[in-house]
């Protein structure tokens, strides 16, 4: 199996829904295409030669059938019929050619425009009458689809297409059932409303296509097919809120992304909400060429809980639940221990805050069965390491705030001591979201996310009105806005040149100590639209990463290529300042050059590394290079052995048709010398057998279909997947659920 393959499990990041899942709800089968055993999946090929090869192939297998073809965006198309038909079609396939599973993804701030510099850009390029609100920039939205009827995006819309129902009305799915969206627009009021709320370019033609159905539900196909008719259509910019839990660089959205951005247009993606660990960046944020965007804040006043007194006082940082009533200044009130929101737990909180475990139950159920029981309000913590954000699917009457696991625990422990609490609301602004998924990328060691914006607390269009999210769903379409606004004052900025101006340009962010986020975690920091618009030197790449130390087969000699353009029309000086001095790295960057006017030049950059002086997994940092007095700025990264990426992500899990047959899919970016899939009973923990065993696994796809002697008996299990690769194990524990 090659590396490139991976089933897409994708879903929108809005912090409404995609926060992590809770355990009963979190099994659910892939939804197969089609009736019966009929499902769908995608093939990506080299040559025209080989395209007529598999087409020959696919008449063979009678039931097979090709769906849709892809030209711009990928060289494929789709193909439904029986799965095993079309595993019996991938094992004739030639050596190369990919067959990709199609599954199921889901959904899952104070004013932010002016703050990122909007309103002070505006006139900068009124010399013909014309202020900067993306004018004549088509912008198209890869989502749920739009509310076209909304007063502030009805005159921005234009028109655009569904790639669910493959027709040429976009509408978000409308009602009152959860099935109904508000994603879409939601994401189209960052960028283009136009009344009420005004986005960050309101004169944008805007565009949608709807890839993601009822329930916020699609898959892998209709993805790339939207991405294919914003290509068909000339799109200038588009948007994808979208996200995996697999850090790859090579799967086929971002694939399809990287073709887009080849056909000249901007591509704009969120990064993800699995932060704040390392390596959390899922595909299509990994994809190189495109703009991926975290989430930082914007002036806000946000709550803090002050808990206990002297040496045991300690702040906890609170997270409004979405949908819930929002959290006032409380002060004085007594917590009570909800445990997981059971009703026989709350018997007590009548006139108290009840501090409740997230997990097993909607956050939904547990905030309506403590208001049922008179709490006045409720604290949620996570059930895993780290804070979450997240929403309830109804308005609730009393308030709800999120903290993270460590907090929880800690007030949990302390709650017989008649702790004094009381909150206190603090401005926080420029801080990188807890909830923001981090870099770098794994295989090629990139980078990500590129820059952030705001994605906190962010008051937008719905169907039928407005509302506030938060989410890196929330971040990426600040960042398109601005590229809107690039490309109407400079209507022949490429691309690569709309990423180095936002990029180079960044304001760098720390952190509430005072400390630089990480190159990983913010990219080149957080976007200053009214300085991107006044860059002249552009820089591409935009960041640098000098790959991986491996004793074996690196000498320690280092160098990447980057190519510096002035785009000015005068001759400019440039000179690099060398990195702060760190042991077991020697920098090599020329010092001073000189660019004539429209002139490209490469430029080498040289490092030298001495392992043995190195301790720290990774280092990062920013080459600065002055244009003349200018200071333009480059993230960079270095990794020594034995990275700390996760040995295994984006498992699923599916019984199939058949009695005793079970199939499962994860990526494994390192590969296993021994691979173990043992099955618990979810209540009591019995031992209910092996699912598989498998021995020297590469790397990439893991795909297995089990045959078991016995089949398991239906309902959810606690699956532990164990992992030893080169003395290393690692173990991992998943829920699945046998049908």
């Given at each position: ?11 929108v ?15 659910q ?14 093939v ?17 297998f ?9 030209h ?6 789709s ?10 079609l ?70 655009g ?17 959860e ?7 939601h ?5 283009a ?18 890839a ?5 539900s ?20 588009i948007?994808l ?14 694939e ?5 951005v ?15 660990d ?18 930082s804040?914007?002036?806000s ?19 409004q639940?979405?949908?819930?009533a ?9 917590l ?33 069965q ?39 625990l ?53 169907p039928d ?22 490309k ?22 720390k ?13 080149a ?15 591409y ?12 087969y ?14 000015s ?10 990195p ?16 004539r ?7 080498v ?17 920013y ?23 996760p ?42 057998g ?34 030893e ?12 659920l046998i049908r």
């Open positions: 199996m090659g590396k490139n393959k991976f089933l897409l499990l994708i879903c990041l809005i912090t409404v829904w995609a926060y992590k899942p809770d355990e009963a709800g979190a099994y089968e892939y939804r197969k295409k089609g009736t019966g055993k009929s499902t769908v999946m995608i990506m090929y080299h040559s025209e030669n080989d395209r007529q090869a598999i087409m020959e192939q696919v008449k063979q009678p039931g097979l059938h090709i769906r849709r073809e892809y711009a965006s990928i060289r494929g198309f193909i439904e019929g029986s799965r095993s038909a079309l595993l019996a991938r094992k004739r396939l030639k050596q190369g050619n990919n067959l990709y599973d199609v599954t199921t993804y889901r959904h899952a701030a104070a004013d932010s425009v002016p703050f990122i510099g909007t309103d002070t850009v505006r006139g900068m390029y009124d010399t013909k009458n014309q202020r900067l609100t993306g004018k004549g920039v088509k912008v198209g939205v890869i989502d749920t689809g739009i509310d076209y009827n909304h007063p502030d995006l009805s005159r921005a819309y234009k028109g297409r569904d790639a669910i129902d493959l027709d040429n009305d976009p509408m978000e799915t409308k009602g009152s059932s099935r109904a969206t508000l994603h879409g627009t994401v189209a009021g960052v960028i409303a136009n009344g009420k709320k005004m986005g960050v370019a309101p004169d944008v033609e805007l565009y949608a296509y709807r993601l159905g009822p329930g916020g699609g898959d892998t196909e209709s993805v790339i097919t939207a991405i294919e008719m914003a290509i068909k259509d000339k799109m200038d910019i948007n809120s979208l996200g995996s839990p697999v850090n790859a660089p090579d799967l086929p959205v971002a399809a992304l990287n073709a887009a080849g056909y000249g247009i901007t591509a704009v993606v969120s990064s993800g909400n699995s932060g704040p390392v390596w959390s960046v899922g595909s299509p944020g990994t994809a190189s060429k495109a703009i991926s965007v975290g989430a804040s914007p002036p006043h946000r709550p803090y809980l002050l808990a206990g007194l002297g040496s045991t006082r300690r702040e906890i940082p609170l997270q639940i979405l949908g819930a929002v959290w006032e200044d409380r002060s004085s009130f007594a009570v221990d909800g445990k997981d929101g059971d009703g026989k737990e709350l018997r007590h909180a009548k006139g108290k805050i009840a501090l409740i475990q997230r997990g097993k139950k909607t956050l939904y159920e547990k905030v309506r403590a208001e049922r029981y008179g709490a006045l309000g409720v604290i949620i913590y996570n059930n895993d390491k780290g804070s979450f954000v997240g929403g309830t699917v109804k308005n609730t009457g009393i308030p709800a705030v999120s903290i993270s696991r460590e907090d929880g800690w007030l949990k422990s302390h709650i017989k001591e008649a702790l004094a609490i009381n909150t206190v609301f603090r401005v926080k602004q420029d801080l990188i979201a807890d909830f923001s998924s981090r870099g770098p990328v794994t295989v090629n060691w990139e980078i990500k996310p590129d820059v952030v914006a705001p994605g906190i607390d962010i008051d937008s269009t719905v009105g407005y509302l506030l999210l938060q989410g890196t769903s929330m971040a990426a379409p600040h960042i398109t806005g601005a590229a809107a606004l690039l109407q004052a400079h209507p022949d900025w490429k691309p690569h040149q709309i990423k180095s101006a936002i990029m180079t340009t960044a304001k760098i962010l952190n509430e100590e005072g400390k630089r986020y990480k190159t990983y975690e913010q990219g920091g957080r976007i200053q639209i009214d300085e991107a618009v006044r860059a002249d030197t552009f820089l790449p935009s960041s640098v990463t000098f790959g991986l130390f491996n004793r074996t690196n000498s320690g000699e280092h160098e990447q290529t980057i190519t510096i353009e002035n785009g029309p005068v001759t400019k000086h440039y000179s690099f300042t060398l702060p001095v760190q042991s077991g790295l020697d920098w090599h960057l020329p010092r001073k050059f000189t660019l006017p429209k002139e490209k030049k490469k430029i950059l040289g490092l030298t590394v001495h392992p043995e002086e190195l301790k720290q997994g990774i280092y990062d940092g080459l600065e290079l002055y244009e003349n007095t200018k200071r333009l700025h480059i993230p960079y990264l270095y990794m020594n052995e034995e990275p700390g990426h040995r295994m992500m984006g498992f699923h899990f599916s019984g199939l048709q058949q009695k005793g047959v079970y199939r499962y899919e994860m990526y494994l970016p390192s590969g296993a010398d021994e691979l173990s899939i043992a099955l618990y009973d979810y209540d009591t923990f019995r031992f209910a092996f699912l598989d065993r498998a021995y020297k696994v590469p790397k990439g796809l893991v795909e297995r279909e089990i045959r078991q002697k016995a089949s398991f008996q239906k309902g959810l299990y606690r699956a532990a997947v164990l992992l690769k080169d003395g290393r194990r690692d173990e991992f524990y998943k829920y699945i």
